[in-house]
């Protein structure tokens, strides 16, 4: 089986089950992952441009953090697919930003103001003891964390159930890039010595 059908068997198993968890669990649980991430940010200096996401399907919602992050003076931004096989822009939300649908029917501000991220909130399908995520298939958050990271310090956070975990390595590719840390309903782990 090549590397592309080991991911597409893994990423049918990670909705299947997301799904499931996400119909059990995820009002209570979002509600901690929010406390958790707005804890971490709150005391981790050099985090001042956040990227974080509008929920699709059955991510974990972390919308709650959005007012808690304007009021400690975070700028928000939010990811913008700008062409297949390219990284991430991200956009300037501001509380007034007026959101339209993309691709994906994720929702974009229509500011053009372009930013980087100093940490990027990521949702993910599963993710590995090593740190690594299962997404969409895309490639963008990987190919995004890649390019920031030549430029600067970056910080990648993925978001997700504790059921989510794979127990055994993830199928990955020499592209594929490992997030710095998780949050969980059971609180942060982190990967790489971290």
Known sequence: MSLAEMKSVARDEAKTLRSSVYRRISAQTSVKINDYLVDFIKNKAGFEVIAVYLPIQ???DIRPIVPKLR????????PVI????KPLQFNIWHSN???????FRVLVPTST???EPDLILCPLLRFDLNGYRLGYGGGFYDRTID???????????????S???SKKMLPIGKFDKPM???????GLTFFNGL
């Open 58 to 60: 059955t991510e974990i």
């Open 71 to 78: 009021q400690l003076g975070k700028v928000l931004c939010l």
């Open 82 to 85: 700008v062409a297949d096989n």
């Open 97 to 103: 930003s007026t959101l339209v649908e993309k691709k």
């Open 113 to 115: 103001e372009i930013v």
């Open 147 to 161: 390019n920031l990271a030549k430029k600067k310090s970056i910080f990648s956070l993925g978001c997700a159930y």
């Open 163 to 165: 059921e989510q975990i």
């Open 180 to 186: 710095n840390a998780v949050v969980t309903e059971n």
